[in-house]
């Protein structure tokens, strides 16, 4: 049974930054392709990033390119969504997921398993 759970949400002043955290268990991180989507108030949930670790190819939502990476750490079997300049328009819900595509993947269909997402609001 795999199990993704978020963390690290909460509020900061635009142009600040913030880290999510997606700690998974049950199987390596490594095993899967990893994105972030997030959804906000009354908007339909939109892709973040992704990333496929075995090749490190990656893919990015252009409104964040440049502003948002992400990392893992195999001995804490957590990936990381590090955002940076962040601007009031990032305030959404982030949740991760997990696929087994064989390459990062914008359609929440590429991913089978989701956490239940974290709160990042974004004052300007």
């Known amino acids: 049974q795999v199990q993704l759970v978020e963390s690290g949400g909460g509020m900061v002043q635009a142009g600040g930054s913030l880290r999510l955290s997606c700690a998974v268990s049950?199987?390596?991180?490594?095993?899967?392709?990893m994105g972030w989507f997030r959804q906000a108030p009354g908007k339909e949930r939109e892709f973040v990033l992704a990333?496929?670790?075995?090749?490190?190819?990656?893919l990015w939502a252009d409104s964040v390119k440049g502003r948002f990476t992400i990392s893992g750490d195999n001995a804490k079997n957590t990936v990381y969504l590090q955002m940076n300049s962040l601007k009031s328009e990032d305030t959404a819900v982030y949740y991760c997921?997990?696929?087994?595509?064989?390459?990062?993947?914008?359609?929440?269909?590429?991913?089978?398993?989701w956490g239940q997402g974290t709160q990042v609001t974004v004052s300007s």
């Open positions: 997921a997990a696929g087994y595509a064989d390459r990062p993947a914008a359609a929440e269909a590429g991913y089978i398993y």
């Open positions: 049950g199987r390596s991180f490594s095993s899967y392709i």
């Open positions: 990333i496929r670790w075995s090749t490190g190819s990656s």
